[in-house]
C-alpha cells in the first residue's frame, strides 16, 4: 500500500504519514512499513525490498488508512433492542428493557437471525475487534461464535477479489474467522436479583456451561494456513470469562469464574498463548453501587467485591467505572485491570460521567465500548464523539479533588470555583507545555481519542502485541477511509481534502480529514474493513 496512513503511538501521540509505503504478508501481518517514500523514490524503496511497482496499491488523495477500531465493551444480544428504553437508569432498564429481550435468545432460530447481523453491522462500522457478552444460554452463544463462521465461509469467495485488488498472498483454505472477538454467555446465577424467567438453574450449573463453551470455542479452526508456514495457528475468537456483574452472581459462583481462569491459564501449553480474559461491569450507576455493597458486606467497595474473589487481573476489562473511589482507582491500576469507558451508555442511562481523563493520568489502561444497548448506537464513532463530549463535560463541571487543584488550563494554580465554571478561552492549538500536562478534567485531545478506540482498547483487550495500530509483526487489521464523496471530493467535505501540496501541508491536511472523520463521518466512508489481512467488510464489501 502506499498513501495516507494513521496509527496511533500513544494517548498523546500519532504518526501521520501521508507518503507511507506499507507490505502486508502471507499470514495477513505487515511485514515492513517505511514512514515516508517520496513518490519519485518510490521505485527505488521498492526494489530495494524487492518488489515492482505494478504490486503497488496506491491511495487516493482523501483516502486514508487506519487501524480497526476495537470495542471493548458491547452487548451482542441486545442489537434488537437498540435505541429502546432510554428513559430508564440502569436498573430498571435491565428489568423492564433488556432481560425480557436476552431470554428470547432461547429461541435458536431467533439467535441465528440476530448474531449474524450483529457480526456483519460492527464489521460494516469499522469495528475489527468486539468484546461481545451474550445471553446466559450456552447454545445460543456457541450461535454467536458459529455467525463469525458463516461469514467467514463466505468471505473465501471475497478473497478472490482481495488478492486483485492487494495481492496480498492467497492462503490456501478459507477463512472460517473473521472477527478479532471473544465472545461469552453470561453468568447470572444469583436467585432473587434476576427474573425467574432469566436465570441460571446454579452456580455448578453456570460454572459448567462456561467451561463447555471455552471448549467449544477452543475446537473452531485457527487460520490453518498460518500454521502450514510455520507461525503458530492463532484463533481470532477466544473466550473471555463474563460474570455479568456482582448483582447477578453468587460468591460461589464469582469464586468459580476464578478458578476456571486459574486451571485455563496453568493448562496453557505455551507461555505465549494469551491467559484467560475475564469481562464484567463496575460502579455504573449510583443505585447499583449501593445495591452491591448490601448484598457483599464484607468487601469495602465495589471493586473489592471482585478482588476478594480473584477476579482483578491484567486480563480483566471492567466497563463504565463511572463512581470509583480514590481507594478503587488505586487497587485495579494495581492489579493492572483494564477499564472501557461507555459514554454513550452512561449519558443515555444518565449513569454519569467517567474521569477518564484522571484514569489516564493515574496510568491506567482506558477503551472504548459502544455498549448497546445501553448506548444506542453500534459505532465506534459514536463512542469516540460521545467520549470527547463527556470530558468537555467534565472539563466544565467537575470540582477537582484536593491533589489535583494545582492544574488549570492556562498552567497556573487554580482554586476550585475557577474550575466549577468552563474556562473562557481554551487553547486551540495546544502549546506544548499544555501537550504535556495532565488529562483530568480537560477535554480530550483528537489523538487520545482516536488512540482510546485503538491502541487503548488493544492494552484493555490484552491484544497490544498484535492489534491497535502499525508496525511489522503486528496484524493488518484496517479500515480504508475515504471522505470524498461519489462525485469527488465536493458536497459536505469540501473541495479542500485534496492535497497536493508539501508534506507539510499533506501532514496538516491529513490530519484535519481524520479528525473530521471522527467527528462526522459514518460507515458511509468505511470503503473497507480489513481482519488479519483479509477484506471482511465495509461500504464496497458486497460490490
Ligand atoms: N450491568 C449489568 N448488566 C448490564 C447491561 O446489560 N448493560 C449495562 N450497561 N450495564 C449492565
Ligand atoms: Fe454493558
Redesign the pocket.
Known sequence: LYGSVITPVDPRTWKALPQCLMAIGSTGNIDWMLDHVEENKLAEALSQKGYVTSQVVYLKDGEFIIPGFIDTHT?AA?FPNLGKGGQYE?LD??KHV?FPK?AEFADLDFAKEAYYDVVRRSLDCGTTTSCY?ATLHLDATKILADATSRLGKRFSVRYAYLRLTLRIPTRSTSIHWIELLSSQK?NMDRTGESPEYYLEKSAEQSLADTSFLISYIRTLPPISSHASIGTAPEPLVQPILTP??A??CTSECLGGIRDLADRHDRQRRDPKEPRMRIQT?IS?NRG?VEYTLKLYPDAGSYAQVYDMHGLLRDTTVL??AVHLTDDEIRLIKERRAGISH?PT?NFN?R?GVAPVGRYLDEGLKVGLGT?VS??YSTSMLNAIQNASIASKVASMTNIPSPALRDISHSGTVANSKQLVSPPTTPPSEPTEEASNSRFTNRQLPIQTLFYLATLGGAHVCSLSQKIGSFSPGKSFDALLVSVLDEKGAIGVWGREVKCDSDLETKRKKLEENLERFLFCGDDRNIQKVYVQGCLVGGKLFGQ
Open positions: 452487548h441486545q440502569l432498564w435491565l433488556t436476552e457478552y453470561c455479568r456483574f448483582i447477578s461491569h455504573e447499583e466497563a463504565h461507555c451508555s442511562l449513569s455498549d445501553g448506548g
